[in-house]
């Protein structure tokens, strides 16, 4: 069978450079853009070995052109202080990142995958959230160009979808987490873990009450996989998360105990907007393409935290 062309968006970034391994592994052609905002070099190393892996340095908000057969828009800081860090360019990058994807599939008529977030539903008022609710978004506050471009980015993709019939692939991804995960990143897992390996004081925002599910990533991209390879008629939008749902202190308490750390924990204000609960409803993956995570997070969080402590 002919290799497939597959770009990848922000192919240097956490998911990215898993998503990029596990597409060369299955015989594909890989084309990595990114403009290296979060993404790391480390990350892509191991892969740059390989004759069918390019690296091209771009960002995504100027348009491109050569030849895919499938795209993965993916470009985008994920962590809230690296995505409000400049967040006039997270924003552009959501929208123009999604348009000029949307141009270049349309220009070969190939399959265009977009990232979408669980920060579509906001701080939300249903739960578990359902593909169904529109959610709950502030649309000035600091997580706005976030979680607004990421809804604009979504609006973009069916309108296309409707309007030039493109061949659209819509995840919504919840809280993912493993290794290549940068120890700066910011996001919970990361920053637990660095400081538990450090016996630094653990960082928890507001009391600790505040839930999120936690995602190993390995069964995520397995789910991207299915969701790439089903007919056209399977648009999204479709929730990818696992549905293990945590208190923050919870994860604290297992990242001390699975790491025999000696950290207190200390309790910092809650950032602005900070949702209070989230779980996905995955029964659409389910019912589509048999799909459920199937790592639990205490085993995801040992290869973590194996990772982290090799971390040189
Ligand atoms: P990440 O920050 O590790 O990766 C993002 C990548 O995009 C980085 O390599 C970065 O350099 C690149 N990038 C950013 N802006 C760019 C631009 N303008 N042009 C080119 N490259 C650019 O984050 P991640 O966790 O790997 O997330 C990847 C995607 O998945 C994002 O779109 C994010 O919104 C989405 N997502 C992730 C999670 C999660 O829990 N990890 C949850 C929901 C959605
Ligand atoms: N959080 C925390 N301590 C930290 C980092 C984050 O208590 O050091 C909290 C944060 O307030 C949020 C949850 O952990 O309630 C998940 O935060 P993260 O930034 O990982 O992702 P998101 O809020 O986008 O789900």
Same mark, same amino acid.
């Given at each position: 069978m002919q290799k497939k062309t597959v770009l990848v968006t922000g192919g240097a970034g956490f998911l990215g450079s898993h998503l990029c391994k596990v597409l060369l592994e299955r015989n594909n052609r890989v084309i990595c853009m990114d403009n290296f905002f979060t993404g790391r070099e480390r990350?892509?190393?191991?892969?740059?070995?390989?004759? &069918? $892996?390019?690296? /091209?340095?771009?960002? /995504?908000? %100027?348009?491109? %052109?050569?030849?895919? &057969?499938?795209?993965? !828009? =993916?470009?985008?800081?994920? %962590?809230?202080?690296?995505?409000?860090?400049?967040? /006039? *360019?997270?924003? #552009?990058t959501c929208i123009f990142g999604a348009l000029n994807a949307l141009e270049l599939a349309d220009k070969w008529h190939a399959k265009v995958f977009q990232a979408s977030t669980s920060e579509v539903y906001g701080d939300a008022a249903v739960h578990p959230q359902v593909e169904t609710y529109w959610g709950? /978004? !502030?649309?000035?506050?600091?997580r706005s160009c976030y979680d607004e471009g990421k809804r604009g980015a979504e609006t973009l993709f069916f309108d296309y979808h409707r309007q030039n019939k493109t061949r659209i692939k819509v995840v919504r991804i919840f809280n993912t987490y493993g290794p290549n995960m940068n120890p700066e990143d910011g =996001?919970?897992? @990361?920053? +637990?873990?660095?400081q538990a390996l450090k016996n630094e004081d653990i960082t928890i925002y507001g009391d600790g009450s505040?839930? =999120? @599910? +936690?995602?190993?990533?390995?069964?995520?991209?397995?789910?991207?996989?299915c969701l790439m390879d089903s007919d056209d008629s399977v648009t999204g939008p479709v929730n990818m998360g696992n549905p293990g749902e945590f208190t923050m202190l919870e994860l604290a308490e297992n990242v001390i105990r699975l790491t025999g750390s000696k950290s207190k924990l200390v309790y910092r204000p809650l950032p602005q907007d900070d949702p209070k609960q989230r779980r996905p409803d995955i *029964?659409?993956? #389910?019912?589509? $393409? !048999?799909?459920?995570p199937e790592i639990k997070l205490e085993d995801g969080l040992k290869k973590t935290i194996e990772y982290f402590r090799n971390f040189k």
């Open positions: 990350n892509i190393a191991p892969l740059k070995n390989n004759p &069918d $892996f390019e690296v /091209v340095l771009h960002d /995504v908000t %100027s348009p491109y %052109s050569f030849y895919v &057969d499938e795209i993965y !828009n =993916r470009a985008c800081p994920a %962590s809230p202080p690296h995505y409000q860090r400049d967040p /006039v *360019s997270t924003f #552009k709950n /978004v !502030n649309p000035h506050g600091i =996001r919970v897992v @990361s920053n +637990f873990i660095m505040q839930t =999120r @599910s +936690f995602c190993y990533v390995d069964d995520l991209i397995r789910g991207f996989l *029964s659409l993956a #389910k019912q589509l $393409f !048999n799909w459920e």
